[in-house]
């Protein structure tokens, strides 16, 4: 099998790299020429063998997305796929899968989660779409979701939109996990009478019901920086956790976990606060997201 890949930051360049390693063929573009494999988007399309041409879209989600789906739908033909695997939010997957039905061009939305480490360890898929279309790109999926059971590292969710959704909901979780590790770190540190902090939290990592990759991350982040004083204790989100807020006030879903993960994080952004730098942290681990350099003390 040979697809096209468009977007080839941090996740693109491994999934490129993790498909070729399983023997899928991948074009890639990217807008960065020393990254991309071809100069455009139509040189990509005309790259691709005959027959049913699958375009995974891996783009920063809103306007950007739209744009290349909307190109693509200019460049493909019927019985082509298109499948968006950014962080869109899940009510625009129903508009482009009509935009692309009007041309017979097939939409799957993929949720994909493992960050920098997809690479190695694989990405959690939760994918929405027709089952025929899902089953076309299934070579795809497999070579990029974690070794093992499949379904233990891919779900096909539902129908269009249902794989963004389930990511979002995915995420909205991820930020009440880490606001949690974060808050027990903060207290740890706190208080006097624990010595080694990184020691201790390193001790949950096996045995206890709170172990995790995420804690793992975290311990990870102490060994490097005991303090996080590298860091500062600024966290931004990335849209999802918001979504998340939004549906569950739409559907009258109690979420007082997430809600408080989220306003957490904007209250970073107000005054000094161990805990968010331990999630800005855990961000920078998985994600390889941004974080602000501590301002050098006088």
Request: charged share 20%; hydrophobic share 45%; proline share 7%.
């Given at each position: 099998m040979h697809i096209g890949l468009v977007g080839l930051g941090k996740m693109g360049a491994n999934m490129r790299t993790r498909l070729r390693n399983a023997d899928i063929g991948v074009t890639g573009y990217d807008?960065?020429?020393?990254?991309?494999?071809?100069?455009?988007l139509a040189a990509l399309v005309e790259a691709l063998p005959t027959g049913r041409r699958v375009v995974w879209v891996m783009v920063p989600a809103g306007e950007v997305t739209r744009a290349v789906i909307s190109e693509l739908g200019n460049l493909l033909g019927e019985g082509d796929i298109v499948v968006d695997g950014g962080n869109s939010h899940f009510s625009d997957d129903a508009v482009h899968a009509a935009e692309l039905a009007t041309k017979n061009i097939?939409?799957?939305?993929?949720?994909?989660?493992?960050?920098?480490?997809?690479?190695?360890?694989?990405?959690?898929?939760?994918?929405?779409?027709?089952?025929?279309?899902?089953?076309?790109?299934?070579?795809?999926?497999?070579?990029?979701?974690?070794e093992g059971p499949r379904d233990e590292g891919f779900v096909h969710a539902g129908a269009v939109g249902a794989g963004h959704y389930a990511k979002m909901v995915h995420n909205g979780i991820e930020y009440g996990l880490m606001q949690a590790y974060a808050e027990g770190f903060e207290l740890l540190d706190a208080k006097d009478?624990?010595?080694?902090?990184?020691?201790?939290?390193?001790?949950?990592?096996?045995?206890?019901?709170?172990?995790?990759?995420?804690?793992?991350?975290?311990?990870?982040?102490?060994?490097?920086?005991?303090?996080?004083?590298?860091?500062?204790d600024w966290v931004d989100d990335s849209g999802e956790g918001r979504w998340t807020v939004d549906e569950a006030i739409d559907a009258a879903v109690p979420l007082p976990v997430i809600s408080a993960a989220l306003f957490a994080r904007f209250a970073?952004?107000?005054?000094?606060?161990?805990?968010?730098?331990?999630?800005?942290?855990?961000r920078q681990q998985f994600g390889g997201h941004a974080v602000k350099p501590a301002t050098p003390q006088a």
């Open positions: 807008n960065n020429p020393d990254v991309s494999d071809v100069p455009s097939g939409y799957v939305d993929a949720g994909v989660s493992g960050g920098v480490w997809g690479l190695a360890n694989g990405y959690g898929l939760m994918v929405g779409g027709a089952e025929d279309d899902v089953a076309a790109v299934m070579p795809v999926f497999d070579a990029l979701r974690p009478i624990v010595t080694n902090v990184p020691g201790t939290l390193k001790a949950w990592t096996r045995g206890t019901v709170v172990r995790s990759w995420l804690l793992e991350l975290l311990v990870k982040a102490l060994e490097e920086d005991p303090q996080l004083s590298d860091i500062e970073s952004r107000q005054g000094a606060s161990p805990a968010m730098k331990a999630v800005a942290a855990l």
